[in-house]
Every structure is written in structure tokens, then in C-alpha cells.
């Protein structure tokens, strides 16, 4: 039997990958699609998500509209990375497709209610739809199946600044509630860094398949990849999102992790968002969260690469 899982977005740039590795997984069902303000304006972030499933054939998932800003902070979104609209700068959907009635939080906390230990979260936005769904259901932590989390920044620099990881800068207070209160798997920036990476040789690959998926990649990452050549001197692109997803429906890519006490700073200032990870148990706190660590990325690019011709990313497992 498929997992089922809802995918909360702030739908932009390598999320929409994240949704093509879940579409076309023979391991999970994606039962919803909710959307979170991040990345960029919120329109777009909506129109992006129906825009993807319609691609894939699957504008039957539907799609409800959450949180259109944190929960207490103020913040700036991140088209310098993904280009105007979220998807490289030139592509603005418009797909006609309406969103589905009532709001993001309801519809993960009904069907969370409904079906007691079955759904399992994605998280590759900002957490304030999940917290907002804490906050309705209390019970949350006991009526999911797994929440992956992308987000935090694990013994290394952030993303966004040099203390924090985007999805956590964005709501610190949100990602503060979510790992406290629920058993979180989280794939973090770091982790990216390190096996989460497309460079030169994975884009002439791209280049030669010729597909649909293909084609809305390279659109898709052009803006981050002159973006990283420019802030970074590196010319690929990172898939923090991608890479949950990947961890999500294939657990056997994972190499190793640890139980860790994981905290998020809430304050505003230069450690906003900050993710306390405590590696050396100094803090004498019980372990609430599960961090991965190392995964197989020579094999998390062939699943990439097969989602990109078409395939289940499973195919190549």
C-alpha cells in the first residue's frame, strides 16, 4: 500500500520538484497540497503548485490556501533566488484551476482527524500552517504517521543569514512550536550542501532528455543557478526540497541519523531562526527529534534524474 502524505509549500523553485519526486513516486499518494507564504508572493506560490500537478496530470489533488504571512513576524520573500514569481523569472501560470474550499490548517487537521495514523506531512516551507494546525488540534502529534521537515541550518551557516536556514527565519516562532510538539524528521540546509547538489554534468544530462519534467527543471532553475554563481562562484543548484522528498518516500537513502534535543530562537535579531541542534547533549534534554545526517547522494541524483525523464523515482532504487 502507498503512504499518504500532504505537502505543505511555499510553492517556488525546487518546491515544485519536490511535488514532480512525489507525483511520480509508486510509494506515496499526495492527498493534498497546502500552501504557505515563503518564498514569494502567495499568488504565485498558489498558482505555482496547481501549475506543477497540472503538468504531471494531477490537477485533481487539490489545493488549499493557507497562511498568508507568519505568525508574528514581519519578513522578506526570496525572488533573488528563484526570479520573479518563483519559477526562474519567465514563467508565470495562470491555469485557470480553482483552489479547494476552506483553509490549509482545516484541511490538514480534518484529514489528520479522519484517518488516524496515516498521513504524513512534508514540510518545505515555512512551519506556520503546521503550527496553526497544532494549535486547532492538540492531538496532532498522535494522529500522523511521519512529519519531514525541511529547515534549520545543522553546524553550518544558514541560507537566508548567517545564523538561519530561509523556512525557520521566515517563522521562528512556528518552527519553534512544530519541533517541540511533534517528532520531526528534519533535513536540513546543511545536509543540502553536502549531498543535495546539481552541478554542470547533471544539467547536460537534463539538457539531452527532452520531457516535459526536463523541460520545467531548466526553466525553473535558471534564475538559481546564475543566482549561485553569482553570491556562491559555484555554478548548480541546490535541492533542499527535493532532497526531503526523497527522504520521505525512500527511507533506505539515508545513511545515517541521530536523535537529537532540537530548539528554533524565536527572537528577533542576528540569531533568528537559529537551530539549536544539541549534537554533544550539554543541555541534559531528552531527544525530540530525528536529524539526518548523511544520505546516499549519488543515488538521490538518479532519482532526480528519473523524475526528470519521466520515470518513479523509485525505478532507480
Given at each position: 500500500?502507498?503512504?499518504?502524505v ?31 507564504a ?23 489533488v487539490?489545493?488549499?490556501?493557507g ?17 520573479e ?24 487537521v ?20 503546521v503550527?496553526l ?55 536540513d ?14 544539467f ?18 535558471e534564475?538559481?543557478?546564475?543566482f ?11 535541492l ?16 545515517r541519523?541521530?536523535r ?14 537559529y ?43
Amino acid at each position: 500500500m502507498t503512504r499518504r502524505v500532504i505537502v505543505d509549500t511555499d510553492t517556488a523553485g525546487d518546491d515544485t520538484q519536490a511535488l514532480v519526486l512525489s507525483l511520480l513516486s509508486e510509494r506515496v499518494t499526495v492527498d493534498a497540497v497546502t500552501v504557505v507564504a515563503g518564498n514569494v508572493e502567495f499568488e504565485y506560490e498558489v498558482e505555482n503548485a496547481k501549475y506543477t500537478l497540472d503538468l504531471l496530470g494531477r490537477s485533481d489533488v487539490p489545493v488549499y490556501e493557507g497562511a498568508r504571512s507568519p505568525l508574528l513576524k514581519a519578513w522578506e520573500h526570496a525572488d533573488q533566488v528563484h526570479g520573479e514569481g518563483g519559477l526562474g523569472g519567465d514563467l508565470f501560470p495562470d491555469t485557470g484551476i480553482d483552489s479547494a474550499d476552506g483553509h490549509a490548517v482545516d484541511a490538514i487537521v480534518k484529514r489528520a482527524r479522519a484517518a488516524p495514523g496515516e498521513i504524513s506531512l512534508l514540510c518545505i516551507g515555512p512551519l506556520t500552517n503546521v503550527a496553526l494546525a497544532l494549535a486547532r488540534e492538540p492531538d496532532l502529534p498522535d494522529l500522523l504517521d511521519e512529519v519531514v521537515v525541511m529547515g534549520g541550518a545543522v553546524g553550518t551557516l544558514g541560507n537566508d543569514t548567517p545564523a538561519a536556514e530561509y523556512n525557520f527565519w521566515v517563522d521562528p516562532d512556528a518552527a519553534k512550536r512544530v519541533v517541540r510538539d511533534l517528532d520531526v524528521t528534519l533535513v536540513d540546509w546543511g545536509l543540502t550542501l553536502r549531498d543535495g547538489f546539481f552541478g554542470p554534468a547533471d544539467f547536460e544530462r537534463v539538457a539531452a532528455l527532452d520531457t516535459p519534467t526536463s523541460e520545467f527543471f531548466e526553466t525553473i532553475t535558471e534564475r538559481h543557478r546564475t543566482f549561485s554563481r553569482e553570491q556562491n562562484g559555484t555554478d548548480g543548484v541546490t535541492l533542499p526540497d527535493s532532497l526531503a522528498a526523497a527522504c520521505l518516500l525512500a527511507p533506505e537513502l539515508v545513511d545515517r541519523e541521530a536523535r537529537y534535543h532540537v530548539d528554533v530562537d524565536e527572537r528577533e535579531g542576528l540569531t533568528r531562526g537559529y537551530s539549536l541542534v544539541d549534537v554533544n547533549g550539554v543541555l541534559d534534554e531528552e531527544p525530540n527529534a530525528t536529524v539526518v545526517e548523511s544520505v546516499d547522494a549519488d543515488r538521490f541524483t538518479e532519482m532526480v534524474h528519473a523524475t526528470l525523464a519521466g520515470d518513479a523515482p523509485e525505478s532507480v532504487l
